[in-house]
């Protein structure tokens, strides 16, 4: 069934998305040439098949959010907000609502704002989005960067990523308001808080039900999303809008056919991913790892930089965690399970965050009419090159603790 949905997607995918396809199949096909491993491919391509269930769970929470009674009321209670609190607001905002509908959180926010914006202030609010999106990333198992995370590093429990990406998103948080809003008071940020206090019950049933299934069943945080999320937002188009459920059935329908960039880049990088697992490093690439494995953090520093980096330019951060992550196991480094597993996730934040080739910043952009430069090039830089070295050493010294 993967093979024939990657088969329908490939021709109707973006022409970036199929030539980088194209080469990580090519890459792909030399590894395992070279290693005569080919039982890699089959179980990769199983770890792929769950996440290409994950796509259309996406949409059915747009759809049960969109349906909520509580937007309107938010909505309602937004003019009367200044500058400084409207960015708070915004954060805050993005990181909660776009920890269960990702990229909706724009569509939801946006139209709460003054139609008409000062072009500063647009900017502004347009970094406090993708900001406050960018530090969802790191906890909410709603995203694609969780989704792959655990695949890679497989047996990581969903609480202990919620948890750990928690106290990343704290931190993360905090250095945002010391550099960009410190002149909001407590009374402030009590005040925008309070225009969002609807959204936290359901949130905190969709991802507590995520964390209680998965410390139950022993499954990943990727397969306890495919299982309890439809089964929780079907539920509640049934009780408050069942005449949208057959809207829903559709819109699922339609949005998955629309996900075959998605599917072929994840479902690509997985077999790739695998592939290497099961092969030889080349000495180049060894050597540099081992090299680092005596000075734990400093990798941690250096693979999240390398897929930063390699995202800025056009390198999708799965395909650099795919050669990363898997060649960092072979070489047992003193890193310990869930560490790894969000050095993907934290990357892909930070990545999120600014990067031109990233949905969260090009959506963002267009909705709020902004030029994507200004948007790539803006305050956010500042942020990342803050924050990001701050993250990592709060991994560096969790993974002490860990190891």
């Given at each position: ?336 399970a869930p560490i790894l597993a969000h050095i993907v996730v934290l990357a892909w934040a ?54």
């Amino acid at each position: 069934m993967l093979g024939i949905l990657m088969a329908m997607a490939f021709p109707m995918a973006s022409r970036h998305i199929q030539i980088l396809f194209g080469l990580i199949s090519l890459a792909t096909i030399a590894v395992i040439l070279r290693s005569g491993n080919t039982e890699t491919i089959i179980s990769s391509l199983a770890s792929a098949a769950v996440i290409a269930a994950f796509l259309p769970t996406l949409i059915v929470i747009r759809v049960a959010v969109e349906s909520s009674p509580t937007i309107p009321r938010i909505r309602e209670r937004i003019s009367d907000m200044d500058r400084s609190e409207r960015m708070a607001w915004m954060t805050s905002g993005a990181h909660l609502l776009g920890s269960i509908v990702t990229l909706g959180y724009v569509s939801v926010q946006r139209p709460m704002l003054p139609c008409e914006l000062e072009p500063d202030e647009a900017l502004r609010l347009a970094e406090c989005g993708t900001r406050g999106l960018g530090l969802a990333v790191v906890w909410s198992p709603f995203f694609v960067a969780t989704a792959v995370a655990s695949q890679l590093v497989p047996g990581v429990p969903a609480w202990q990523m919620i948890a750990i990406g928690l106290g990343l998103a704290a931190i993360g948080g905090l250095t945002a308001h010391l550099m960009f809003n410190r002149s909001l008071a407590v009374k402030g940020i009590v005040r925008a808080l309070k225009r969002l206090l609807p959204t936290v019950p359901p949130t905190l049933i969709l991802v507590g039900s995520v964390a209680v299934c998965s410390s139950i069943t022993g499954w990943s945080g990727l397969q306890s999303v495919v299982l309890m999320v439809p089964l929780l937002c079907i539920g509640f188009l049934l009780w408050r809008a069942p005449l949208r459920l057959g809207e829903a059935m559709g819109r699922i329908v339609e949005g998955s056919g629309k996900m075959g960039d998605e599917l072929l880049i994840m479902t690509g990088s997985m077999v790739f991913a695998g592939s290497i697992a099961g092969a030889q490093l080349p000495d180049e690439l060894r050597q540099i790892l081992l090299g680092l494995t005596e000075w734990p953090s400093l990798l941690i520093l250096a693979e999240v930089t390398t897929i930063v980096v390699l995202g800025a330019i056009g390198v999708h951060p799965m395909v650099t965690a795919s050669i990363l992550i898997p060649a960092t196991l072979l070489l047992e480094a003193p890193i310990a399970a869930p560490i790894l597993a969000h050095i993907v996730v934290l990357a892909w934040a930070l990545n999120s965050t600014t990067s031109a080739w990233t949905l969260p910043v090009v959506v963002t952009s267009n909705v709020f009419g902004l030029p994507l430069r200004s948007l790539v090039l803006g305050r956010n830089i500042f942020f990342i090159l803050i924050f990001g070295p701050i993250a990592c050493a709060a991994l560096g010294i969790l993974n002490r603790l860990l190891t």
